[in-house]
């Protein structure tokens, strides 16, 4: 299972299998806790079978949709 896309506006991310993970937490750059996904450069999110994922959003690039 692989992310193809995050959406930090509804804190969720795509899988490959087109599953949609929620993040269950967001880390800041200080890694503190926030709820704020501006601030957050990292989230975990539980995937399908159990197993979690950590997602760094630098490793995705920022598209605008119309």
Do not use: Y
């Amino acid at each position: 299972m692989q992310i193809t896309a995050i959406n930090r506006s509804e804190a969720c991310a795509i899988l490959d299998t087109g599953h949609i993970i929620h993040f269950a937490l967001m880390l800041d750059i200080h890694q503190d806790e926030t709820d704020d996904v501006s601030e957050a450069v990292v989230a975990v999110a539980p995937l399908p079978d159990g197993r979690w994922a950590v997602i760094d959003f630098s490793k995705f690039e920022t598209v605008s949709v119309h």
